[in-house]
């Protein structure tokens, strides 16, 4: 398939998105339409890239489907100049979809080596390279530099909220996290810190995601 063949099924993807109500603003819809999931995937699963369901990429991780990282976008109510964590680089695409809306620098953090490298290829030749910042390391403990941030997204799923992305977070600002079993079935939270500095969950509902492994996740 060439690229032109690729894009038209990705545009048919997202459209198809929009339809069923899970694309909702037109902010996500026009990230979805600039970053298609082909750029961030092995070549030879790039056929299958518009297909609504997670893909494998390196060392045994996947990219998560279509209509999980749309939610998970329209949950965060992202707006421009936010400043963002990402736990769970993976293949780099999500980080530069909150890139495209925030339209600001990204931090997102993989412990991963060899996909710390496999999206740092991605996002270079996707033009996100100094945009979307890839650090290596347990995202479990956050990324106290940057810190504080309007949202916390997690992209992997966790036994419990740990407490360092909560210290990290601004006050009114959000993380999203599944939260659930080692074995893909989690439920996913938004958590919005409050002014006083408590915390509201709300649980959005049932997840499938590779597990959380760090000091405040599950153990490697
Ligand atoms: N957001 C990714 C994307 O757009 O391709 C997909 C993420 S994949 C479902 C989950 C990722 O979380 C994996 O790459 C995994 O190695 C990573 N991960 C797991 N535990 C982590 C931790 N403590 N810190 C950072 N990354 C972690």
Request: glycine share 10%; net charge neutral.
């Amino acid at each position: 398939m060439n690229e032109e063949e690729l894009y038209l099924k990705w545009v048919r993807r997202v459209e198809a998105l929009e339809r069923e109500g899970i694309i909702k603003s037109k902010k996500v819809k026009e990230a979805f339409l600039k970053v298609p999931r082909y750029k961030f995937v092995p070549e030879e699963s790039a056929q299958w890239s518009h297909v609504d369901e997670p893909l494998p990429i390196p060392a045994g991780q996947t990219v998560s489907a279509p209509h999980m990282v749309a939610i998970m976008l329209e949950l965060a109510e992202l707006e421009e100049g936010m400043k963002v964590l990402e736990v769970g680089t993976g293949s780099g695409w999500n980080a530069a979809l909150i890139a495209e809306i925030v339209k600001t620098d990204v931090y997102t953090i993989e412990r991963i080596p060899e996909l710390v490298e496999f999206a740092r290829k991605n996002l270079k030749r996707a033009g996100y390279e100094g945009i979307v910042h890839v650090i290596p390391g347990d995202g479990t403990k956050g990324f106290p530099p940057r810190a504080p941030y309007d949202r916390i997204i997690v992209t992997a799923g966790a036994p419990r909220i740990p407490d360092p992305l909560i210290e990290q977070l601004k006050s009114s600002g959000k993380l999203l996290i599944p939260v659930g079993s080692y074995h893909l079935w989690q439920d996913l939270y938004v958590i919005t810190k409050t002014g006083s500095g408590k915390v509201r969950k709300r649980r959005w509902g049932g997840v499938a995601f590779v597990p959380l492994i760090g000091e405040h996740g599950w153990e490697g």
